[in-house]
């Protein structure tokens, strides 16, 4: 029996299997073909980005509606741009800080959490993260996505804000936001690579270079390569093949095991489409009512530059045309008819009106008020109430933007706590932190916490109102409720005329506070003082101890606190005696007989 003879299929291969010789053309060839085949997401890019800006960048689109849209002189009214800075001012306001909650633990673990939690805000220090979040957000708002990258920069936690046109994902693969490759594209100077990798210059020498820009055809002076950052998932958890590479078009510039579960990047949406990588931003919402009022615009121009004065002047009168001037009362010498002045109506006001109405059609569409937009006070709203009731209405639009926005600072904190243990084991370092203590280098094995034994949440810098009407009233409320005292409403306004007073007002709390916390944190002994509040620092100290004992503290550090308290009552002054009751008046009794 003869048998039937299988035709044999080629199974494609892919950049992460490649050898490591062939991997440079390998990667490189795949991500320029893959932009190729995707260039309308570049194109658009630039469009919303001329949109935001108003004017023609340099870069020219391939769509000629866009295209009509843009290559012009800057446009009179800038919805774009005005809601795109109205959102991100009003979502970006407040700086969240990662907060990291246990439950069940000891003191010893509540510790390293604390510690922890100074870590990272040291970085989100250092690194400028609150800066590149702000930034971010702003592409977020024009583009529909926003992205920032967490990386080891030499030894250093580097949070870079990413330009989303330096981006590239298979759309095919990440139909779902869930690719398991992603590419950056850079372009960088030849000069800046060799000195990063001085053991390749020959190869950097070969590597080609941007000979003129995609969208303006012009030649480029400056010697900039290509460079190509690849990354690819592990399969599973125990796989081994996960792969980030970097090359330019000669060489492989760096190729290791990539182990991580995800990429190095933090992503915002304005708004997420339902399949699909990329979100929907502001400037692609108002593409067409931006087109609209530009248009608008352009006919009123037209209509008032044409709507001049006229002067009409009958055939055959005498008028000497010399004499009409714009002199205040100024004559004109005329013969016969006396000449017309007219003064033409230049736009109808339907023509205004449906320009107001596409306006107030585009802050609806986005969700932002013309008076937030314009940074204006609503007409009748006085109170610090009625501002706050105002501003929690609109809010509500924004919530779910600001939930990512939140969110991305939790992303950013959970790749910053994973990459500092990758960093402690590799640079055996110190980690800076910062704390109302001020900065202190903290070694990370004092702070190191498995992910299942801690949570993390984003809290506000501040709930209290921004404005310092709205936050003096709201703070009167709380007092007049009982639920402040004077002295921590003062601490809660935190005006800067008054920061000064309330710093020496507070210092007996802030003191005692400083005292606790050196005792139980460091075991550091300080000795009370008869200047000192000692019965509220007394009362103060007995209650941490309690506390202390309860989250199973060192004896040795309760026992620094019970002596604290027993010495700080020694120094209290003697209870003054009370005075003697005087002695009662004698009462005499008249002798018998003697009337």
């Not at 910053?416 to 001020?438: D, E, H, I, P, W």
Request: proline share 5%; aromatic share 10%; hydrophobic share 35%.
């Amino acid at each position: 029996m003869t048998g039937k003879k299988t035709e044999t299929i080629d199974t494609p291969s892919f950049w992460w299997e490649e050898a490591d010789e062939d991997i440079s053309s390998a990667l490189y060839s795949h991500v320029t073909n893959l932009q190729d085949q995707q260039c309308y997401f570049l194109d658009n890019i630039y469009s919303f980005l001329q949109l935001y800006s108003g004017v023609n960048s340099g870069w020219a689109s391939y769509d000629n509606f866009s295209q009509s849209l843009v290559n012009e002189p800057r446009v009179s009214y800038n919805i774009v741009q005005s809601c795109c800075q109205a959102a991100a001012n009003k979502v970006t306001r407040n700086r969240p800080h990662a907060s990291f909650l246990t439950f069940g633990a000891d003191y010893s673990m509540r510790r390293k959490a604390k510690g922890l939690e100074r870590v990272v805000e040291g970085q989100f220090y250092r690194g400028f993260v609150h800066k590149e979040q702000r930034e971010a957000f702003f592409d977020c708002c024009i583009f529909g996505t926003g992205c920032v990258k967490v990386m080891d920069y030499h030894g250093e936690i580097r949070v870079e804000r990413v330009f989303p046109g330096e981006l590239i994902v298979d759309d095919t693969e990440a139909i779902y936001g869930r690719p398991r490759q992603f590419y950056q594209k850079k372009h960088i100077a030849r000069e800046h690579l060799r000195r990063l990798y001085p053991d390749l210059c020959d190869e950097l020498g070969e590597a080609s270079g941007i000979a003129e820009d995609r969208y303006t055809g012009e030649k480029n002076a400056s010697d900039m390569v290509e460079v190509i950052e690849g990354w690819h998932l592990p399969s599973t958890p125990a796989a081994v093949d996960g792969r980030h590479t970097i090359v330019v078009s000669s060489c492989v510039l760096l190729d290791e095991v990539y182990e991580e579960d995800d990429f190095p990047f933090v992503f915002m949406r304005w708004e997420k489409k339902r399949l699909g990588f990329w979100g929907l931003g502001i400037a692609e919402q108002l593409l067409g009512i931006q087109a609209n009022i530009n248009k608008t615009f352009r006919r009123i121009q037209e209509q008032q530059h044409l709507a001049t004065p006229k002067v009409f002047i009958e055939k055959g009168s005498k008028v000497s045309q010399g004499s009409m001037t714009n002199k205040v009362f100024g004559t004109v010498n005329y013969s016969g008819r006396k000449p017309e002045f007219y003064m033409p109506r230049a736009v109808g006001t339907e023509i205004y009106q449906h320009l107001e109405s596409q306006i107030r059609r585009g802050y609806e569409v986005v969700g932002i008020s013309q008076l937030t937009a314009s940074s204006r006070k609503p007409v009748g709203l006085e109170s610090g109430k009625a501002l706050r009731e105002f501003t929690d209405i609109e809010t509500e639009r924004f919530s779910a933007v600001a939930r990512e926005y939140e969110e991305a600072y939790m992303a950013i904190a959970h790749k910053v706590v994973n990459l500092c243990g990758k960093m402690a084991k590799k640079y055996k370092k110190k980690f800076f932190a910062y704390s109302k203590r001020g900065i202190e280098f903290i070694d990370w094995k004092d702070v190191d916490l498995s992910r299942d034994e801690f949570m993390m949440q984003i809290l506000p810098s501040s709930n209290l109102p921004r404005t310092p009407a709205a936050r003096k009233q709201y703070v009167e409320e709380l007092v007049q409720a009982g639920m402040l005292t004077p002295d921590m409403a003062l601490k809660l306004l935190e005006i800067p005329d008054i920061e000064s007073y309330t710093d020496m007002r507070l210092a007996y709390v802030d003191i005692v506070d400083r005292i606790i916390e050196n005792i139980i944190e460091e075991g550091i002994y300080e000795t009370p003082e008869p200047f000192m509040n000692l019965e509220f620092a007394m009362k103060r100290v007995n209650d941490a101890y309690l506390k202390a004992r309860l989250d199973g503290v060192e004896e040795e550090r309760l026992d620094l606190l019970r002596n604290w308290v027993m010495q700080a009552e020694s120094l209290l002054p003697d209870p003054v005696a009370p005075a003697p009751a005087p002695m009662p008046m004698p009462t005499t009794i008249p002798e018998e007989g003697i009337i």
